[in-house]
């Protein structure tokens, strides 16, 4: 099916997780999910394909448990969806849990300091970035300290050198130096975001000193970035990319750092793992990228899954 027709419904339920191999989606923004099945639900009714449903927060954290997946970290990661991930972990305790930063991509925006990267795309500036980052990120640290039950880690933060252009690389590293020195200050894990800037982001950790824990979310590096984390007790957690073709360097890093250094995430709406990329993903599908990561590492499913469970609690307590 090509792209023009490409299959926009929700992907089968997976086979649940046994009970001693429960985890948790340790990055993933579900307030997303929510308007992103709208746009596919729109998308299927133009191309004369059949409704998809739109399910509310509620549906989709129930779609989860269903199926093993015990908990959420909902990323908040631009200034008006912060208190929305708050909210969300105010609203279901125990359950869900948030991670509030400001995202690379954001950072530049801000006092509309951007500049136009290699993706090509326009620079779209919304009312929220006419305030500066500085405050923008005191928002981060307010919220952090009001609410330490909920708020588990800084994140996502780090660089974006596909969105953001050279002339504003290096304001976005110093927005990310805030954020490191912010989850140091705060003692909290931090998640860390590297399109295309491994290098920027490993020198800048290793020059300013990374926090005690350091996650890399959606793992993009290939083997000897893999080798830098494990020297360095830095954690991968592994998105539904681990499941796509040609990316056998995120498959060598998971062997590499092993079971104590591995966790798991949707990063939903985006990454869908195989063989349903392309469709709307959610935390239900949790079991599927678990599934690629066991073939990845050569371990049995359920030794992998209570391994992610058991570093997502040593990281963020949760």
């Not at 405050?135 to 300290?145: K, Q």
């Not at 974006?160 to 140091?184: C, M, N, P, V, Y």
């Not at 092993?258 to 990063?267: C, I, K, R, S």
């Not at 939903?268 to 993903?281: K, S």
Request: hydrophobic share 40%.
């Amino acid at each position: 099916m090509s792209k023009h027709h490409r299959d926009r419904s929700w992907a089968p339920a997976p086979e649940p997780l046994p009970r001693e191999a429960w985890t948790i989606d340790n990055h993933t923004h579900v307030a997303s999910v929510v308007p992103f099945a709208r746009a596919m639900s729109h998308e299927a009714e133009v191309k004369g394909q059949p409704p998809v449903p739109v399910y509310g927060v509620d549906e989709l954290l129930a779609q989860a448990q269903a199926v093993g997946i015990a908990g959420i970290i909902d990323v908040g990661c631009e200034l008006p969806n912060l208190m929305t991930a708050v909210q969300m972990a105010v609203d279901h305790p125990g359950l869900v849990h948030a991670a509030l930063a400001i995202h690379p991509n954001e950072s530049v925006l801000h006092g509309h300091r951007g500049v136009p990267g290699p993706d090509g795309l326009e620079l779209k500036y919304k009312p929220w970035h006419e305030t500066p980052f500085e405050d923008a990120l005191a928002e981060v640290h307010r919220l952090a300290v009001a609410y330490p039950q909920q708020v588990v880690a800084i994140g996502e933060t780090g660089m974006d050198l596909f969105r953001t252009g050279e002339g504003a690389k290096e304001l976005q590293r110093e927005a990310f130096r805030a954020h490191i020195a912010l989850a140091k200050e705060l003692n909290l894990p931090m998640q860390i975001h590297d399109r295309d800037s491994h290098r920027e982001v490993i020198e800048t950790l290793l020059r300013d000193g990374a926090p005690e824990r350091t996650v890399f979310h959606s793992y993009s590096g290939d083997a000897e970035m893999g080798e830098i984390a494990r020297e360095q007790g830095w954690y991968l957690s592994f998105s539904g990319t681990v499941s796509y073709k040609g990316n056998e360097g995120i498959r060598a890093s998971a062997r590499i750092v092993g079971l104590d250094h591995v966790m798991v995430e949707t990063d939903a709406p985006y990454l869908t793992p195989m063989p349903y990329r392309g469709r709307t993903n959610a935390p239900y599908m949790i079991p599927y990228t678990l599934r690629a990561l066991a073939d990845a590492m050569d371990l049995p499913l359920t030794t992998v899954a209570a391994a992610t469970r058991r570093v997502t609690h040593d990281v963020y307590g949760v």
